[in-house]
């Protein structure tokens, strides 16, 4: 490099973008997924070890650290370090860096690391003509990827490399890079007299989405674009904040009050059958910045406790969205969400599977029953014990019931499950009042069990 080449370097550092200038430049400054590269873990060990061999791939969202740490692999390592953008290169450049590879452990048995960005942009046949030289060692693969890479990178190459997920910076870590952004000396806004409001900076952090590099942007902005006072300070306001990352400010902290009682009404809205109050306190969880999972899950809850088999549909169409959310995440990923929402909110309503819950108590309170003779295995002790003597195979019968005991003695007569007369369930519960009357004549009951919602 001449003097001209490291001049305009230089000059291209310190005009980056806020993002790009703050790149953590050791594993120290590296905030976030503790779960990886924390103290002690496995990928920490081999990157200071330098003894990454075997093929990596990171996953997770925009903005937390994929590309970061692929650049840190490289400030580490003693081999060859070579990166390229699945969206820019074909399978020429690849041919290119494989030919360069096999020279240079030819020549200097010096090993290659491949730095794969976007890696799921490349097609089959693309990934398919990396893979011969991941699987003989000729290069060690990075691949960088913010898709599902068990969908997106094919099977073969997934096996051979190690599957590392980064998940979506927390406030805490975001109030840390905000800090390190406004208080920085060479990279940041250190020199410059930069006052952020306390209330600015938990919107900022809160709202960027678990991606750091929004948030510089949204720093940058703000900065940049706001006049000093006339004693040289910039003061950043949360209307400033608000305008600088395009959200307003919404009364919600995901971890106080706000947060819970958003999901209570957003889930007593889903159960009470009113899709437009489901989809309010679904925007304003979505734009005050919370986990969709944790929605998700919420939802598959409601599933099970609120409809039941008075739509079976409904733990699936929950399942789904959750599935349908990992494979696109966001912003599209909202559409499952969305449907999954309507599609409770709008379907019939049933709470029986609370019967789980008076079994227990039963249980708790009196003991568990011994298990009747002819429900035993008979497989053991069938000789000795006569156990499963006498059981009555259903599909033996009419209508592929018999009205057999199957509760413990001290039980017969008690009834726990009360199906509902919505939806489904109505069929439902024809069918059990019908088993249950046969049952107790089979078995000489006074009358048939009434259920507990009797």
Known sequence: MDLFEHAMQSDLEHSAPLAARLRPRTLDEFVGQEH??????????????????????????????????????????????VSISAVLAGVAEL??????ATERRKLYRRRTILFVDEVHRWNRAQQDALLPHVESGMVTLIGATTENPYFDVIPALVSRSRIFQLQPLNEEHMLVILNRALTDPDLGY???????????????????????????????LAVESTAPDASGRIHITLDIAQESIQRRALLYDRMGDAHYDTISAFIKSVRGSDPDAALYWLAKMILAGEDPRFILRRLIVLSG???????????????????????????????????????????PKSN????????????????????????????????????????QYPHSFPEHFTGQQYLPTNQLGK????????????????????????????????????????
Request: proline fraction near 5%.
């Open 352 to 391: 029986s599977a609370g019967a789980f819950f008076a079994v227990r108590e039963e249980i708790e309170k009196n003991g568990a029953g011994p298990v009747p003779t002819h429900l035993m295995d008979a497989s053991r002790d069938a000789k000795g014990f006569g156990h499963g003597q006498g059981y």
């Open 305 to 347: 406790e609120d409809i039941g088999l008075a739509d079976p549909q409904g733990i699936q169409v929950a399942a789904a969205a959750a599935y349908a959310f990992e494979y696109i995440g966001m912003p599209e990923g909202i559409y499952p969400i969305v449907e999954a929402t309507l599609y409770l909110a709008t379907a």
């Open 415 to 454: 009834t726990f499950y009360a199906p509902s007369d919505q939806g489904y369930e109505a069929e439902v519960s024809e069918r059990v009042a019908r088993w249950r009357k046969a049952q107790a004549q089979a078995l000489g009951l006074e009358k048939p069990p009434e259920s507990a919602k009797e």
């Open 95 to 100: 041919r290119k860096v494989i030919a360069d």
């Open 190 to 220: 250190g020199k410059k007299n930069v006052v952020m409001d306390e209330d600015a900076r938990h919107h900022l952090a809160a709202v960027a989405g678990g991606d750091a590099r929004n948030l510089l942007n949204a720093v940058e």
């Open 36 to 81: 990886i590269i924390g103290e002690g873990k496995l990928l920490r060990r081999a990157i200071m070890a330098d003894r990454l061999f075997s093929s990596i791939i990171f996953t997770g969202p925009p903005g937390t650290g994929k590309t970061t740490l692929a650049r840190l692999i490289a400030a580490h390592t003693q081999a060859e370090f």
